[in-house]
């Protein structure tokens, strides 16, 4: 069996635990990124989805995370999911993004709505794990309304439905998803939605556990970020790491691929 092992972290435009972007300079961005990729580099991922990372931002310095985190990493492949792209005065340009340490054969973004700031969506991408065709998926949900994550849910659905129907090759096992999804899990909202759907394909298991908090960071009180692990996945360990470089703790999830 192989062993893998996934993080998903909201970065938070690098801004670390300011409250807004924009108000710092692009050496400090460097350098908050730079620990980033650091602490990256010491978990040793082989994906990382991570959510709010900016391609080519005014308020984020003008200069492309993904690529520097890439390379400071030291990761060989990465892909951006654009879902905001405001090229007026403010110039904003930022989604979700995967790193990966295998090879990534064919990816997607998905934008749930046109607004071109604030807009949440997901990045569909299969890797190739030893020859074998993984599915996964990164999502960021709406923050605020709860009727909102709900029609966005029904998105990703349909899409992974009309995905299964129409696709020509062989996934190993059905999608392992993560990311941000902006609400507790102890309440009957996106995660419980997700589990509901998830569970036609056989029993997942959701990281981190109930009671393990991730938002915010100086003192964690709620769970807003998930991994979801498809029956293959077997032999999961969970951590949530503690560290100030973005308001969400990062989640390391490794576990066995059957």
């Known amino acids: ?31 908050r990124l730079q620990k980033i990729a650091h602490l990256i580099k010491r978990l040793e991922p082989d994906i990382v989805a991570l959510q709010e990372i900016d391609e080519n931002s005014r308020w984020a310095g003008s200069f492309d995370h993904l ?10 492949h990465a892909i951006f999911g654009v879902n905001n792209r405001h090229n007026g005065r403010l110039h904003l340009n930022y989604g979700n993004a995967l790193l990966s340490r295998h090879p990534i054969l064919g990816w997607e973004t ?18 190739d794990l030893h ?30 439905k009309d995905k299964q129907r129409h696709r020509h090759v062989h996934w190993h096992m059905p999608p392992i998803l993560c990311g941000d999804l902006n609400n507790p899990s102890h309440i009957p909202d996106a995660t419980a939605s997700l589990l509901t759907y998830f569970s036609l394909h056989g029993h997942y298991t959701l990281h981190p556990r109930a009671g393990v908090r991730t938002f915010p960071s100086l003192w964690p009180r709620r769970t807003l970020d998930f991994v979801f692990l498809p029956p293959r996945c077997v032999e999961p360990r969970c951590k949530v790491i503690r560290t100030l470089l973005s308001d969400h703790c990062p989640v390391l999830v490794e576990f066995s691929i059957a």
Do not use: C, W
């Open 131 to 160: 020859g074998r065709r993984v599915p996964v998926v990164n999502l960021h949900l709406h923050f605020g309304a709860r009727e909102r994550r709900f029609i966005q849910l029904r998105q990703l659905t349909d899409y992974l």
């Open 110 to 127: 998905v934008t749930f709505g046109q607004r071109r700031i604030g807009e949440k969506g997901f990045l569909f991408a299969e890797i």
């Open 1 to 31: 069996m192989s062993r893998l092992r996934i993080v998903t972290f909201n970065i938070a435009h690098a801004r670390g635990l300011m409250p807004v972007s924009g108000l710092t300079t692009r050496r400090r961005l460097e350098a």
């Open 67 to 76: 690529e520097f985190l890439r390379e400071h990493a030291g990761f060989p």
